[in-house]
Nanobody, 112 residues
Framework: VQLVESGGGLVQPGGSLRLSCVASGIAFRLATMGWHRQGPGNQREFVAQITSGGYTNYADSVKGRFTISRDNAKNTVYLQMNSLKPEDTAVYYC???????WGQGTQVTVSS
């Protein structure tokens, strides 16, 4: 199983970013996929998940600002992040829960 994230970067408060995670080695269309993050000095925390049927779940801290989606034809899960805040600064990781696989992470920094 391989998960490869991309799309991180430096953005000003209030800005937007879209993260992507391409998966291989799994039956992606059947997989529940998730995004987690780890900020400076913090433990890794849940951000969002999406089931094979498209059901989504979000951490309270990102509800209304972040949207998780998937493209089964591309084996890709996305995280659209809007209205970013400095406290969203973290390394964002993609995961497949069934295999317990994690990507290498992509850095998101929200700063003016």
């Amino acid at each position: 199983v391989q998960l490869v994230e991309s799309g991180g970067g430096l953005v000003q408060p209030g800005g937007s970013l879209r993260l992507s995670c391409v998966a291989s080695g799994i039956a992606f269309r059947l997989a529940t996929m998730g995004w987690h993050r780890q900020g400076p000095g913090n433990q890794r925390e849940f951000v969002a998940q999406i089931t094979s049927g498209g059901y989504t779940n979000y951490a309270d801290s990102v509800k209304g600002r972040f949207t998780i989606s998937r493209d089964n034809a591309k084996n890709t899960v996305y995280l659209q992040m809007n209205s970013l805040k400095p406290e969203d600064t973290a390394v964002y990781y993609c995961t497949n829960y069934a295999s317990a696989a994690w990507g290498q992470g992509t850095q998101v920094t929200v700063s003016s």
